[in-house]
C-alpha cells in the first residue's frame, strides 16, 4: 500500500482565521476553484499548503 504524505488539513473557520476574511469568502474561493479544499462529507478542508500558496501569490491591481 502507497504511503501518503504528510498532508495538514484545515477546517473552513481555521483558513479564514489565518487568511483574516470570512467564512464565505473562502467558500467562494473553494468554490471558483482558487483555493483547493477536499469535501468530506459536508464539510471541506483545505491542505495547509494550498493556503500558502494563495496567500503568497502576487496581487494584481483592478481598477
Known amino acids: 500500500m ?3 504524505p ?3 488539513f484545515l477546517t473552513v ?3 479564514a ?4 476574511v470570512s467564512k464565505m469568502t473562502v467558500y467562494r474561493l473553494v468554490h471558483a476553484g ?4 477536499v469535501r468530506f ?3 471541506y478542508r483545505v491542505p495547509e499548503s494550498a493556503v ?6 502576487p496581487v494584481s491591481d483592478v481598477g
Request: glycine share 4%; no cysteine.
Open 2 to 4: 502507497a504511503e501518503l
Open 6 to 8: 504528510d498532508v495538514r
Open 13 to 15: 473557520a481555521e483558513v
Open 17 to 20: 482565521d489565518l487568511m483574516r
Open 34 to 37: 482558487e483555493l483547493p479544499a
Open 41 to 43: 462529507g459536508r464539510s
Open 52 to 57: 500558502a500558496e494563495v496567500v503568497q501569490r
